[in-house]
């Protein structure tokens, strides 16, 4: 996700997006007001205004302040160990183990938002298109390798990891039951041997 406004390491900037992030999740978007906000956090709006645009950068700064990544988590210990696919198969691991938080409620409100706000739906097309440069890389990185086809269209994966990662966070948002860890990897695993060259080649055979 991009940067907000200030760097970490401002108590007040910290005691507003812990403020934000209890009003968003409680009122929604649309309902939660900076005045609110500000009041629950102690101080004025000027102290929102002050180091925020509005309320649509106050949302993406409270979702950073609630989420972790995990591409870069992943990459900084190089748990996929040299092998594109393997990051796929971890993060899409994580689909059902990670627990509906409130970087994720944040991300549903913002979505909410979105259909209607569209400085909201431009910052979540920001966030969403952060990734697919990230999703994208790691595709190609792949296909170069033979663990993708080459034949198969690079946007089409990614969307269709997106589409996926999504309709989980969905899942979250009512607490639908989602399916257990071993069959759910073994599924991803046999997802990303599938659109092997090698798996290709078999078919052809």
């Known amino acids: 996700m991009s940067g907000a406004a200030l760097p970490a390491g401002d108590p007040t900037r910290d005691r507003l997006l812990t403020a934000a992030a209890e009003v968003f999740s409680e009122k929604g978007y649309d309902g939660a007001g900076v005045q609110e906000i500000a009041r629950r956090a102690g101080f004025t709006t000027g102290a929102i205004y002050g180091r925020f645009r509005g309320k649509a950068q106050l949302l993406l700064a409270a979702m950073e302040a609630n ?5 870069e988590e992943l990459f900084a210990d190089r748990r996929f160990e040299g092998r594109a696919t393997d990051i796929l198969t971890t993060v899409g ?4 183990t990670d627990e509906f938080d409130s970087g994720q409620a944040l991300l549903l409100e913002a979505f909410v938002a979105g259909r209607r706000d569209p400085e909201v739906a431009g ?3 920001r966030i969403i298109e ?4 990230s999703l994208t890389a790691l595709v190609d990185e792949a296909k170069s390798t033979g663990a993708i086809d080459p034949a198969l269209d690079t946007r089409s994966i990614v969307r269709f990891c997106h589409a996926v990662a999504l309709g989980f966070l969905l899942f979250g948002a009512i607490d639908l039951d989602r399916p257990d860890p071993v069959p759910w990897e073994t599924l991803i695993a046999r997802l990303v041997d599938a659109v092997a060259v090698d798996a290709v080649d078999a078919r052809d055979t």
């Open 130 to 133: 952060e990734r697919t440069v």
């Open 67 to 71: 989420s972790h990544d995990e591409f």
């Open 123 to 125: 910052m979540l097309r």
């Open 93 to 96: 691991a994580h689909l059902v």
